[in-house]
């Protein structure tokens, strides 16, 4: 099967230490996160992601800022979020937001829209987390509205109604690529597919493999409803160094520092070692060398049939000296080992 694929990069942000060990004030983390997306476009890859946190371990709580700093200083590389939380925000400032991103860009903005794993934006903007689904149903479907251009007619149950609004600026190219974020819900599956929007599915524990059925049943939906297939893209955490070892010894202090801070506010067991290289070896972490990475891409892909794959660089407390050398070997030598493989039938 011959895939064309685009490669991509994304981070949350993740506040990240010095030389010394100690933590990075937010303010330089946000500048070296645009650093980086510089440097995403100099090594050849085709997207450049920034999620959306509102807590001290994450740095950043506005991507679309972040995303436009990094705008002003490429002229190829395709712009988004990583994932944009709907459900707390306005989804005309959103769709506001990122038509201005995608003017200053010139038509390289897109957009992922999920409910958001982490809950902290519902009670700082005022939301109450027993509305998390209509929230976001209602919201999704606003946004959805206005990606369609012109005046704008809609009422839901989570705000007042629009009659007649033209919503400015408008987009120039008069389309935004919007994904739906979906971390493991059938129900966000068909939601997606019956909005016509691309599917993102973010990968984080377990064979990637193992999410097949949701790409069948996103086909299967689109089928439904009488779309053409759309593309579908997967977003996981990984690390690339020049040799496998040198990339797990790397990256799992960071790794299990991070997954022990967000654990113990889920319940989550300790990571272990052994579980980290069964994770590795097996599952959703896409760490080792180059080779190792591109082919482990490769497989999910093939398996289920990716247009895109973003890989999650940073973990936690990961030096920016890793992550720019992480960057540089993803897009010098992983990309395009991957295209070449997926090139061939």
């Known amino acids: 099967m011959v895939l064309v694929i685009e490669l991509g990069v994304d981070t949350f942000g993740d506040v990240t230490v010095d030389a010394d060990g100690r933590p990075l004030h937010q303010a330089q983390v946000i500048r070296d996160v645009v650093e980086q997306g510089v440097l995403a476009e100099e090594v050849g890859l085709d997207f450049f992601g920034v999620g959306e946190h509102h807590r001290e371990d994450f740095a950043v709580s506005a991507p679309d800022v972040v995303l436009t700093a990094v705008a002003a200083r490429t002229e190829r590389i395709r712009l988004g979020s990583s994932v944009t939380v709907l459900s707390s925000d306005d989804p ?18 897109e957009v992922t829209l999920g409910r958001g ?20 149903s209602d919201k999704l479907d606003l946004f959805a509205a206005l990606l369609r251009g012109g005046p ?73 409803h009488g779309r053409e297939p759309l593309p579908v893209g997967v977003h996981a955490p990984g690390h690339v160094a020049a040799t496998d070892e040198e990339a797990r010894d790397r990256f799992f202090p960071h790794y299990q520092a991070m997954t022990a ?26 760490v080792g060398s180059p080779e190792t990475v591109a082919a ?34 993803y897009g010098r030598e992983v990309a395009p080992a991957v295209r070449e493989a997926l090139s061939q039938a």
């Open 117 to 136: 794993s982490f809950t902290e934006s519902f009670p700082l903007f005022g939301y109450d987390l027993a509305d998390y689904e209509v929230l976001f």
């Open 261 to 286: 801070r967000i654990g113990r506010e889920r319940g989550w067991p300790p990571m272990t070692r052994a579980a980290y290289e069964a994770e590795v070896a097996e599952g959703a972490l896409f």
């Open 92 to 109: 005309v400032r959103v769709f506001q937001r990122f038509s201005t991103l995608d003017a200053i860009s010139r038509g390289r903005a």
């Open 152 to 224: 704008v007619t809609w009422s839901g149950s989570t705000r007042p109604p629009l009659t007649g609004v033209t919503v400015h600026p408008p987009l120039e190219s008069g389309t935004l690529r919007t994904w739906i974020g979906v971390g493991g819900s059938p129900e966000s599956v068909v939601r997606a597919a019956s909005y016509g929007m691309p599917l993102m599915l973010a990968i984080i524990g377990g064979d990637p493999v193992r999410f097949a059925p949701f790409v069948e049943l996103y086909h299967d939906a689109l089928r439904e």
């Open 296 to 329: 482990k891409i490769v497989r999910t892909a093939r398996a289920l049939g990716l247009s895109r794959f973003d890989l999650k660089y940073s973990a936690g407390t990961l030096p920016d000296a890793a992550i720019r050398s992480c960057i540089e070997l």
